[in-house]
């Protein structure tokens, strides 16, 4: 499946940055810190050669043209709504798909519920999930049904290539496909 994709360039790659800090008076140093950690995380994931190769895969399956994303944007802070509701991510009119951090407050709940190593692997995956819904979106702008019943397709496939699955690792894919 990977394979026929060999050496050329990847279409994302180099699109991907972390936004830069604005000055936030809302978070205390601490959450400063947990944040920028969570970005750093998040952008190695979706930067990594493996991921960018899969998303090129899903460009061509699709047939997602390159210039309909303009940059993917990591922001440092949690979206917050009107509603109190967060948002995972989001593709403007422009191009940019923007990517936003879960809460501090939840990850710290997670590490209660799971092992350390599972909130990175909650953060991962959910950067994963959440480009590849972003870059859906790209083609079929409105109807979200298509858009999370492909998303899941195609996580599962990459989480099928990666290897390494657990009960833990499955329960966290399943809050992750929830929200
Ligand atoms: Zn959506």
């Given at each position: ?38 970005a ?8 990594s ?31 917050r ?12 009119s ?18 209660k ?41 195609y ?25």
């Amino acid at each position: 499946m990977l394979s026929e994709t060999r050496t050329r360039s990847r279409r994302l790659s180099g699109k991907v940055q972390i936004a830069a800090c604005p000055q936030n008076r809302e978070f205390s140093d601490r959450q400063k810190r947990f944040y920028a950690k969570y970005a750093s995380v998040t952008f190695k994931t979706l930067e990594s050669p493996l991921f960018q190769r899969f998303l090129d895969w899903i460009m061509r399956r699709e047939n997602i043209e390159e210039r309909l994303v303009a940059s993917v944007q990591v922001e440092l802070f949690p979206f917050r709504g009107e509603n109190g509701k967060g948002l995972a991510g989001k593709y403007n009119s422009r191009g940019e798909i923007v990517i936003y951090p879960k809460r501090l407050e939840f990850c710290r709940r997670l590490v209660k519920d799971f092992e350390k190593e599972m909130v990175y692997f909650y953060i991962k995956a959910r950067a994963k999930a959440t480009m590849i819904h972003e870059l859906l979106h790209a083609k079929y702008s409105n109807d979200e049904a298509k858009v999370r019943r492909l998303t899941r397709k195609y996580f599962t496939i990459f989480a099928r290539h990666e290897g390494a699955r657990n009960v833990n690792a499955d329960r966290i894919v399943d809050m992750i496909f929830m929200q």
